[in-house]
C-alpha cells in the first residue's frame, strides 16, 4: 500500500492524507499524524475531520490540537 504513492511522490507531488489513510489502516497512528501534520491546509484536511478512517487517531491529542488550529469544531 505504501510503495505506490512512496515511489510516485518522487516524481509529483502526492497528498500527504494519502498517505495519513494508509498509515492509519496500518494501524500507526504516528506516522498518520506525522503525515496529518504535512497535510496542514484547510483545503487538504478538511474532509478528514468528519472521515470514518480517522476513528482510529480522532482522540488522540494531536488530532485535537490540529483541529484546534483550524478553527474546525472537535
Not at 478528514?48 to 480522532?58: A, F, G, N, V
Request: no cysteine; proline share 9%.
Amino acid at each position: 500500500m505504501l510503495s505506490k504513492p512512496q515511489r510516485i511522490s518522487t516524481e509529483r507531488y502526492v497528498n500527504p492524507i494519502d498517505f495519513v489513510f494508509v498509515y492509519e489502516g496500518l494501524g500507526e497512528n504516528d506516522k498518520a499524524l506525522e503525515y496529518l501534520e504535512k497535510a496542514y491546509a484547510p483545503r487538504e484536511i478538511a474532509g478528514i475531520r468528519s472521515d470514518p478512517l480517522s476513528d482510529p487517531i480522532r482522540a488522540d491529542p494531536r488530532f485535537q490540537a490540529l483541529l484546534r488550529r483550524m478553527a474546525f469544531p472537535q
